[in-house]
């Protein structure tokens, strides 16, 4: 068991078995100092100033997160931490590998940036561990933090850091024109410092004021949600939403879609029914006389024939008779 290997950081030789207590004295003085990024650490602080501020962040909650890693699994491991307030935070990670642990290189990175070499290094057995501890009290110290174990192929492990999502209406909300509606957010388990609306335009998020409008109106029943109301809505009120939160380490936002419709809208389905009906019984009744005009026409044109074979049969009767009475008077003379 090799303990506190990477004491002084990645790529230092290790001291001898007879420097072993000293390393360990070493230790745990260093580790009564305040960490990378603890507000009191700074030689420009004065003492009564940096035992206040020690003092304040001293009782800061504690924020334990841990990573296991193998060197089988190449693909980054994630975790997304949530934090809306300051706090001291631990983070940890572990490498299980087959190889020589002692030769595991091992260093942090928040975001892109090195972090300094004051994180610990352990090895137990085929397993390297790591843990990073620091506070954290403002936005800037927000975002992504890393360990890397460097062998022939490099593990990654990534802490998420960042405040509470907030929860719209993922669909459209969907009202008339002169209703009045309420648009809300929310967040889970979580306390704002302030709430805020705004109103997206073309170019810029415009805040809704209360206090000019009368036709808005902010209120919330419970601290992690807020609800606009709005009256008497026209067609110009649609459009996009946004809910914005303040926490003390960050700011969230998210998006609410109004849509606003005229008393119109709702008849359209009914008129276009109303339409298809009258299209299609139109459509019958000219069918219905084409075939009423397409039976009648054979018997139309009998009917004629039979009238001209009636008048040829007059005329050839008239006919007829003319040389019968002619035959008659010369047989009388």
């Not at 809306?84 to 928040?110: F, H, I, P, R």
């Not at 009998?302 to 040389?323: M, R, T, V």
């Amino acid at each position: 068991m090799h303990a506190f290997t990477g004491l002084w950081g990645p790529g230092t030789t290790r001291a001898p078995p007879a420097g072993r207590l000293l390393l360990l004295l070493l230790f745990l003085q260093a580790a009564t100092r305040p960490s990378w990024g603890d507000p009191a650490d700074s030689e420009f602080t004065s003492l009564p100033v940096r035992d206040e501020m020690i003092a304040k962040y001293s009782n800061l909650p504690l924020e334990t997160h841990n990573i296991s890693l193998t060197e089988h699994v190449s693909t980054p491991v994630e975790k997304n931490i949530t934090l809306e307030k300051a706090s001291k935070v631990e983070l940890a990670c572990q490498l299980t590998t087959s190889g020589d642990v002692n030769a595991v290189n091992v260093t942090w990175k928040q975001g892109d940036e090195l972090l300094p070499n004051n994180f610990v290094i352990n090895t137990t057995g085929n397993t390297v561990y790591t843990q990073y501890t620091f506070t954290i009290i403002n936005s800037k110290q927000m975002g992504d933090y890393s360990c890397f174990f460097g062998e022939e192929k490099e593990r990654r492990g990534t802490f998420k850091i960042k405040v509470p999502q907030l929860h719209g209406k993922n669909k459209p909300l969907i009202t008339y024109v002169g209703d009045s509606t309420i648009l809300m957010c929310k967040c889970e388990g979580c306390h704002p410092l302030n709430w805020t609306w705004y109103r997206m335009n073309e170019s810029a998020q415009v805040p809704i004021d209360t206090h000019l409008d009368d036709k808005y109106v902010i209120n919330g029943t419970y601290a992690n949600e807020t609800k606009l109301r709005i009256k008497q809505l026209l067609e110009d009120d649609k459009g996009l939403y946004s809910c914005h939160a303040v926490f003390q380490l960050g700011e969230s936002e998210d998006h609410v879609e109004l849509v606003v419709l005229s008393f119109l809208v709702p008849l359209k389905p009914f008129i276009a029914i109303v339409a298809e009906v009258f299209i299609l019984v139109t459509i019958i009744l000219l069918c219905e006389v084409y075939t009423k005009k397409k039976k009648q026409g054979p018997d139309d044109g009998k009917e004629f024939e039979q009238i001209e074979q009636l008048k040829s049969d007059d005329s050839n009767g008239i006919e007829n008779k003319a040389p019968r009475l002619r035959k008659t008077e010369s047989v009388d003379q």
